[in-house]
C-alpha cells in the first residue's frame, strides 16, 4: 500500500470541505475573519473545519502587519476567558466536589482562543501561521499589554507542540538542501555568515553544526550550533571564523567549540531548545571522534560594555584609578589599542565582576551567562580582545568568555545553580573577580 503523507491528507480534507462551507467569500475585513474564526470554534465536522481553519490561515497571511495587530486584538477580546463560568463551576466544585464538576472546572480555566488555534492547527501551514501570529504578538507587546493573556496562551500551545518529543536533531553540511542552507545565512544571530563562501568554510572537516527542526516545518531550522573542533581551547572569535585554520591546525583535536547558537523562529522566543540541543551535540560528536574530550563555548558578553558606562555614572567601583576613571569616561577608548591596552587589568575584572556579582533577581544580569550556567557549565575563562568586529567591540569591549561542559559537573554545577544561585567557576575567575590575579 502507498505511504501518503499527513500533508496530503490534510490537502484532500481540505478539498472536500470546501463542499460543505456554505459561507460566501469575503471581503478582507478582521470583524469577517473573526466571524470565521467562531464558525471554526462551533464547527463539527473534520472536513468542513479543516477547509475552514485553511481559509483562514490564509486570510490571515494576506493581512498588512496593522492589520494582523487589528485581528490579534479582536481575538484576544473575543475568545477571552468567561471569568464568571470560572467563578461558577469553581463554586460548584467547592460545593460539591465530584469528577464531572472537576472537570467542569478544569474546562471553565481554558480560554476559548486555546481551542481556536487547536483547530487552526489542522490546516495546512497552520503552525506555521501561528507561529507568525506570535512573533506579531510579541513585537507589539509593549504598546498592548493587553494582549498578555493571548500571549501566555499561545506560548502554552506552541511549548506543547515543541516539545523534545516531536523535535528531530540534525547534522548539517554542505550537502544539506539549499533552501536550509539559506536559512542558515539568513538566520545567524551571533557571528553574521558573509555569504556561500563564508558558510562553507563554517562546514568543513574542522567544523560541526546541527540543528533541531519541527516536522510541521520541515524547512525551517528552529534553532541551530555551530562548532568548531580544536587543540585546547579557543580564545578568539575572529581565529574560528578565518578561512583556513591557523597555528595548530595540524594537532589532533581534543575540544569542541559551541561559538555560535542562534534561535530562528522570533513566534518561539522563550521556548528553550538550546539546553537540550547542546547535550545532544556533544553526545553526536563524541560518538563520533572520542579523542574530543572537553565541551566549550566562545560566547559573547552582550550586556557589558552597557553595564559598564551605567556602572561609571552610578557607582564607580573603588579599584578604578583616576586615570583609568579618565580613561573609561572618554568616548573613543574602544577603538583605540593603546588605551585598551592600558585598561587591560580592569576591564578583565571589571568583566569578571559583571559575570559573577551583577544580578537580575537571583540569577545572573548577563542573558548568556543565565542561559549557560543554568545548564550546568562553568565559567572558565575570560578571553581578552577575543571579538575585534565593531559588534564586539560595542557590546563586550572586545571581551569573549569560555563556557566549560564537563560531564563529570554539569548536574551538580546545575543543581548548585537552581537551588542556591551558586555560580560555578575556575579558580582563575574567581581570582580575577576579587583582584587577586
Not at 500500500?1 to 472536500?16: D, I, K, P
Not at 536533531?169 to 533552501?179: K, M, N, S, Y
Not at 569616561?329 to 589599542?337: I, K, M, T
Not at 543543581?415 to 576579587?434: F, H, N, P, T, W
Request: proline residues 4%; aromatic residues 8%; negative net charge.
Amino acid at each position: 500500500m502507498a505511504r501518503v503523507s499527513v500533508s496530503s491528507m490534510l490537502s484532500v480534507l481540505v478539498e472536500l470541505g470546501r463542499h460543505y462551507l456554505d459561507r460566501p467569500d469575503q471581503n478582507g475585513s478582521v470583524a469577517s475573519i473573526a466571524e470565521q474564526c467562531r464558525d471554526l470554534v462551533s464547527a463539527r465536522g473534520e472536513a468542513s473545519g479543516t477547509a475552514l481553519a485553511s481559509e483562514i490561515v490564509d486570510r490571515c497571511a494576506a493581512l498588512e502587519d496593522d492589520r494582523s495587530l487589528e485581528l490579534l486584538i479582536e481575538l484576544n477580546r473575543a475568545f477571552a476567558l468567561d471569568e464568571e463560568g470560572l467563578q461558577a463551576a469553581a463554586r460548584a466544585y467547592a460545593d460539591a466536589p465530584s469528577n464531572d464538576a472537576y472537570l467542569a472546572l478544569s474546562a471553565a480555566t481554558e480560554a476559548p482562543r486555546q481551542e481556536l488555534f487547536r483547530r487552526l492547527n489542522m490546516a495546512p501551514g497552520g503552525t506555521e501561521a501561528i507561529v507568525g501570529m506570535r512573533s506579531r504578538l510579541l513585537s507589539a507587546l509593549a504598546d498592548h499589554p493587553e494582549l498578555a493573556p493571548l500571549e501566555r496562551d499561545l506560548k502554552h500551545l506552541l511549548s506543547s507542540w515543541f516539545n523534545r518529543g516531536f523535535l528531530m536533531f540534525e547534522q548539517i553540511d554542505w550537502r544539506t538542501p539549499a533552501v536550509i542552507l539559506e536559512k542558515l545565512i539568513q538566520y545567524e544571530a551571533v557571528h553574521e555568515i558573509a555569504g556561500w563562501d563564508d558558510l562553507r568554510r563554517r562546514l568543513e572537516a574542522d567544523r560541526r553544526c546541527f540543528a533541531f527542526f519541527h516536522p510541521a516545518l520541515p524547512d525551517e531550522p528552529l534553532i541551530f550550533v555551530e562548532v568548531a573542533l580544536t587543540h585546547g581551547l579557543a580564545g578568539q572569535i575572529q581565529d574560528l571564523l578565518a578561512e583556513s585554520p591557523k597555528d595548530g591546525a595540524g594537532e589532533k583535536p581534543d575540544t569542541a567549540i559551541f561559538y555560535s547558537i542562534s534561535n530562528c523562529q522570533d513566534g518561539l522566543a522563550g521556548i528553550s531548545f538550546g539546553n537540550f540541543l547542546i547535550k545532544q551535540v556533544a553526545d553526536a560528536v563524541q560518538r563520533e571522534l572520542p579523542h574530543v574530550r572537553r565541551f566549550a563555548t566562545l560566547s559573547p558578553i552582550p550586556g557589558f560594555r552597557k553595564w559598564l558606562d551605567q556602572k561609571l555614572v552610578r557607582d564607580t567601583p573603588e579599584f578604578l584609578t583616576e586615570g583609568e576613571l579618565d580613561l573609561l569616561q572618554r568616548s573613543g577608548w574602544r577603538e583605540n589599542d593603546v588605551a585598551r591596552q592600558q585598561l587591560k587589568a580592569t576591564l578583565t575584572r571589571l568583566c569578571a565582576v559583571y559575570l559573577i556579582e551583577e544580578k537580575r533577581g537571583s540569577r545572573p544580569l548577563d542573558s548568556v551567562a543565565r542561559f549557560h550556567l543554568g545548564n550546568g557549565a562553568s565559567i572558565e575563562r575570560l578571553n581578552w580582545m577575543a571579538d575585534l568586529s565593531d559588534k564586539g567591540l560595542d557590546q563586550s569591549a572586545g571581551m569573549m568568555v569560555n563556557y566549560l561542559y564537563d560531564s563529570d559537573e554539569i548536574v551538580s554545577n546545575h543543581e548548585a545553580y537552581v537551588q542556591d544561585g551558586k555560580i560555578a567557576m575556575s579558580s582563575a575567575v574567581a581570582r580575577l573577580a576579587s583582584g587577586r590575579s
